[in-house]
């Protein structure tokens, strides 16, 4: 099994569609670029929804078309359909991730279609996206508990993730939106999910709202997982997702990684004062523990 783990940051995406405060392009865009310097190669930059639903994302061709793109690294963005995904090209993305759900409420409660309708509007979306050339990832959201429907049955779970792979997702996120998921059942709900697509095609996406994502992630990366989600300071939240708080913290991931040994290629110390500054941009304290602690230490230590 490889000891190299690709971490996907949601921040300036999962994190900055939850602000109640207006959040300027500029420090969306500096966010983006600062992740980018601290060694992180997938970084979810922003969402081309429907302003009318995610009014704090209003302005992803603008901070798109604003971030000062490097080699290698990939700037994902969401799209729920074919509009989306026009408004996409037109400001040269090259990486989209369409949203499917497990949850039938989630659904309808998060984009207006049941389950089978998404996967019949994300077709065309995906014939297109090949057609330019753009990379699809997939997520399945409520994977582990939905907030209005409760408990999500582990065959809709595997049947909405072999569904966006074979319809051409290069990888499929399992989200637990909600963050209710403990170890034991993260780690069948993976292996379910692995008994269909390759386990090198699935990624994880823990919220930490009962504080369960440090302890789901590493149970998933004893199962074979190599790719984890995971949102700076960890911001976070879906407007949608009633009491669904922040994403695990890139910060508290990255600590996980260095203690079990796996590398990631992200500057700890970096990516503490980036947590930081945002936070500090949107007025709290970070929620990242091991942020905070390396922070703390480093002010508190004898020059
Ligand atoms: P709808 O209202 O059914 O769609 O929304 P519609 O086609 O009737 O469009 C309504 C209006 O929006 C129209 O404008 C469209 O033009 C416009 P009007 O004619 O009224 O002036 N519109 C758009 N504008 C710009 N870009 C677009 C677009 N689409 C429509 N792409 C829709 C359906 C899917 C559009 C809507 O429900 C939507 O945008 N939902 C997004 C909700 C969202 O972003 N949720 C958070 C992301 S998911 C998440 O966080 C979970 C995740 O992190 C994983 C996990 O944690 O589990 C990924
Ligand atoms: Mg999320």
């Known amino acids: 099994m490889s000891d190299l783990i690709r971490i996907v940051e949601v921040g300036p995406r999962d994190g900055l569609q939850n602000e109640a405060r207006n959040i300027p392009a500029a420090i969306k865009v500096a966010l983006i670029e600062r992740l980018v310097a601290c060694g992180l190669t997938s970084v979810e930059a922003t969402s081309f929804v429907s302003p009318k639903w995610v009014p704090q994302l209003a302005d992803a061709a603008e901070v798109f078309s604003a971030i000062r793109r490097m080699p290698k690294v990939r700037y994902p963005v969401l799209v729920p359909n074919l509009q989306g995904l026009e408004r996409a090209l037109a400001v040269g993305v090259q990486e ?5 759900a497990a949850s039938e409420a989630f659904s309808q409660r998060n984009i207006n279609a049941s389950v089978t309708e998404s996967l019949q509007r994300f077709a065309p979306v995906l014939d297109k996206a090949r ?16 907030p209005y429907q409760g408990d999500v049955p582990l065959a809709d779970v595997v049947r909405v ?3 966006l792979h074979n319809a051409g997702c290069y990888e499929v996120s399992l989200g637990d939106t909600i963050g ?12 379910a999910v692995a008994n269909e697509i390759p386990i090198g095609a699935l990624a994880v996406h823990f919220h930490d709202t009962w504080g369960q994502a440090i302890a789901n992630i590493h149970a998933c990366l004893d199962a074979g997982v190599r790719v984890v989600d995971s949102a700076v300071a960890g911001l976070g939240g879906c407007p949608y997702a009633a009491g669904a708080s922040g994403n695990v913290a890139t910060e508290d991931v990255v600590y996980l990684l260095d203690g079990l040994g796996l590398s990631h290629g992200v500057d700890l110390g970096a990516l503490a004062e980036t947590g930081e500054w945002i936070s500090g941009q949107l007025g709290r304290e970070s929620a990242s523990k091991a942020g905070r602690a390396l922070l703390a230490r480093q002010t508190t230590r004898p020059h």
Request: glycine letters at 12%; proline letters at 3%; charged letters at 15%.
């Open 96 to 100: 989209i991730a369409v949203f499917a």
């Open 131 to 146: 057609e330019a050339g753009v990379a699809v990832r997939g997520y399945v959201s409520t994977v582990l508990g939905c």
């Open 161 to 163: 993730a072999h569904h």
């Open 180 to 191: 209710v998921g403990t170890p034991r059942k993260a780690r069948a709900m993976v292996q």
